[in-house]
């Protein structure tokens, strides 16, 4: 039997800031409300967050990366990339290669 990770309780329990400390979390899902209309519909809150983290507020931003660059972003996931790129295939644009 493999003994099961368990998360600990404080604010040491994420290495991550946003979800670490929620009164940060809460301020930058209303700074990435201010971006939501900018990429496809359907992009998580955890992806927008990411972008607004990363510097990306447009669309157009991303095809200064790769989409493993932006696969990296902590919190962007494949179905956000995938959204992403269909976005961007919508405007004749793609990642960067």
């Keep these: 039997m493999?003994?099961?990770?368990?998360?600990r309780r404080g604010s040491?329990?994420?290495?991550?800031?946003?979800t670490s400390k929620p009164g940060l979390r809460l301020?930058?899902?209303a700074q990435t409300a201010s971006i939501k209309g900018n990429f496809p519909k359907g992009i998580a809150q955890p992806a927008l967050r990411a972008l607004f983290a990363a510097g990306f507020t447009t669309l157009e931003q991303l095809t200064t990366?790769?989409?493993d660059e932006l696969l990296g972003?902590?919190?962007m996931g494949?179905?956000?990339v995938r959204k992403i790129r269909e976005g961007l295939h919508?405007?004749?644009l793609g990642f960067r290669r």
């Design 2 to 7: 493999v003994p099961r990770k368990t998360k």
């Design 78 to 80: 494949p179905d956000a």
């Design 73 to 75: 972003l902590h919190g």
């Design 65 to 67: 990366i790769s989409e």
């Design 27 to 29: 301020a930058s899902d």
């Design 12 to 18: 040491d329990a994420s290495c991550c800031p946003l």
């Design 90 to 92: 919508e405007r004749g």
